[in-house]
């Protein structure tokens, strides 16, 4: 009897093909392009672009912000993520909606609003900037709109974690002995690991390309608080396509290395749990 080779889902040929078409024509391509372009400049004119002492500027302050604003939103989104799972309270529903804002709102105006928050006359400049707190047009505005971006992705990576945490083992720890601090630390923590070593690659690698909300807050001072995306911009806007198109390379090839990062932390974070 001839074995008949059937398919789990239906039009498989039909949706791979249309998968691998869409990947190619709207990711692929401008991506090959983006790298074309960088390629029609010699070695010397490639690194002339990316190692000005402009450019080394934009990426130490924007890999620098960008590390700073993923450590905090571990912190943060740790607890957050701790809070929404284990207790229970009025407009606990409206709270959990909100850690989404950023990925719906349109940075720009995050941005807009952080901007107007922390400048002199603003709600809380007023009050920050007699004690020599600004916010605006400073690094510090950068890594505040860099965490509101990247919080989510903390938050829902440590969430379902520590919503499937097996209760017993907590109990088992307690009736051991050990204090609340001892099972978070010894119990709960090394669970947790391979969930915000992730989260912290998501903010981090989102918060390089950020551009919407950082133009707003930032005051785009080169050599100060000018960031590598707004670089890019400033380029294209003297037309000079090449080395603007050589600096999105360096971020992407950095982008790439970071999602393959993620990648392999999440095979490891399942070995982990089997």
Do not use: C
Not at 37 to 56: C, I, N, P
Not at 66 to 95: C, D, E, H, M
Not at 102 to 123: H, I, K, M
Not at 238 to 257: D, H, K, N, P, R
């Amino acid at each position: 009897m001839a074995s008949v080779n059937r398919r789990v889902l239906p039009g498989f040929s039909l949706t791979l093909g249309y998968t691998v078409f869409y990947l190619g024509l709207l990711v692929l391509l401008p991506i090959a392009a983006v790298f074309v372009k960088a390629g029609s400049l010699s070695l010397h004119d490639f690194l002339g672009a990316v190692w000005t002492e402009r450019a080394r500027a934009a990426y130490l302050l924007t890999f620098g912000t960008s590390f700073l604003a993923a450590l905090t939103n571990v912190v943060l989104g740790a607890l957050i993520a701790w809070v929404l799972t284990r207790y229970t309270f009025p407009g606990k529903r409206i709270l959990d909606s909100l850690v989404d804002l950023p990925l719906a709102l349109p940075t720009a105006v995050g941005g807009l609003v952080y901007a107007s928050l922390y400048v002199e006359n603003g709600w809380l400049g007023r009050f920050l900037v007699p004690l020599g707190i600004r916010g605006a047009y400073t690094r510090l505005g950068i890594v505040l709109v860099l965490v509101f971006v990247g919080l989510p992705f903390v938050v829902r990576t440590v969430q379902p974690v520590l919503e499937d945490l097996d209760p017993e083992a907590e109990e088992a720890s307690s009736s051991l002995g050990a204090t609340r601090w001892q099972t978070f630390a010894f119990v709960i923590l090394p669970t947790l690991y391979p969930a915000l070593i992730t989260g912290f690659a998501l903010a981090f690698a989102r918060s390089i390309g950020e551009y919407g909300s950082v133009v707003f807050i930032s005051g785009n001072m080169p050599f100060k608080t000018e960031i590598a995306p707004i670089l890019i911009v400033a380029r294209l806007e003297e037309f000079a396509y090449g080395e603007a198109t050589a600096i999105a390379v360096v971020l992407l090839v950095i982008s790439f290395s970071m999602l393959l990062v993620v990648n392999l932390l999440e095979s490891w974070s399942r070995r982990h749990d089997r």
